[in-house]
């Protein structure tokens, strides 16, 4: 009888060691398959272009010089229309990230600045100049550096920059309904995201 209650009491000792192992071993699978899955969905996202734009500038060069100790002035002018085609887009293949299988956390450490494109076309209308006092390639450069300057703080000051970072949380928000999905938690320099309204409250 006795050598009866240890066989069984044995066999039940092997099979709960057996089923500790194998409920282990497919919690590790599970677990593999959720960090790939999560690093997947990132390394898919690429490149977001989120917000496309259209400009337009109305600019009067001016560019006057003195010659002869100043006895005379000689002045260069253009009207410059520039329309320019915008784009803002984050490289989010170089998010910075960490996936904490132990404690099932997606840790978000920082995301890449905003890309702004810009492409303007120029005309040049009512070109003047003297003589002594040509158009040349610096000037052309000069116009184009000014033009550019004054539509990066156009589309600063502008909803596109705005409209982008709606966008951009649009996208983490997909994060963050994946982590939830598989059980795990999201977080963002450390602090966790527990709904998608704190996604919309973090400072990118």
Known sequence: MKKFL?????TLLVVVLYKSCTDKSRE?????????LIQEQIVNVGKLVVTEGHFSE????????SLFADLINVEKKALVVVNADVAVSYDLSKID????????????????KEEIT??????????????????????????KDKV????????????????????????LAKFFILTNSLGWRLEYQEYPIENIKELNQIDL
Request: cysteine-free; hydrophobic content about 35%; aromatic content about 12%.
């Open 6 to 10: 240890f066989g069984v009491i044995l």
């Open 28 to 36: 590790k699978m599970v677990l593999k398959e959720s960090s790939s």
């Open 58 to 65: 109305v600019f009067t060069y001016k560019n006057s010089k």
């Open 97 to 112: 990230y960490d996936i904490d299988e132990t404690n099932k956390t997606l840790r978000i450490i920082s995301i890449p």
């Open 118 to 143: 810009i492409n303007p076309d120029f005309e040049y209308y009512d070109v003047t100049a003297d003589y002594l006092n040509p158009f040349d390639a610096e000037d052309y450069n000069a116009i």
């Open 148 to 171: 550019k300057a004054n539509l990066m703080k156009k589309i600063l000051q502008s909803e596109i920059k705005t409209n982008a970072e709606n966008r951009l949380i649009s996208e």
